[in-house]
């Protein structure tokens, strides 16, 4: 599984990202696709998780601001959008896209990575 990051930049306090990530391969094995974020300093933490049949789930923090879903066009590429609103200086971070094929290969993978930067 390939996964291209596109989107990120520089936001401001209150203001509107987009981020999305293109997966491409073995669409069939993607049980979950996701965005992790790790800012300076911290642990890499989980953000927003889209299952196939599109179930979610947010880490408390962005919780009511950032929405994910999920676009499964074709079976040759599946693409996971993540809308940031309301955006607030501690969620700078580099931004990581996951595909979880644990349940069918037992394999993670993560995109490079896209920077977002919150600031005035």
């Known amino acids: 599984v390939h996964l291209v990051e596109s989107g990120g930049g520089l936001g401001q306090p209150g203001g509107s990202l987009r981020l999305s990530c293109a997966a491409s391969g073995n669409i069939f094995s993607v049980s979950a696709l996701g965005w992790y974020r790790q800012a300076p300093g911290k642990q890499r933490e989980s953000v927003a998780l889209?299952?196939?049949?599109?179930?979610?789930?947010?880490?408390e923090s962005v919780k009511d601001r950032f929405t994910i879903s999920r676009d499964n066009a074709n079976n040759a590429k599946s693409t996971a959008y993540l809308q940031m609103n309301g955006l607030k200086p501690e969620d700078t971070a580099v931004y990581y896209c996951y595909a979880d094929c644990r349940p069918i290969t037992g394999v993670e993978y993560w995109g490079r990575g896209t920077q977002v930067t919150v600031s005035s």
């Open positions: 889209i299952s196939r049949g599109g179930s979610t789930s947010y880490a």
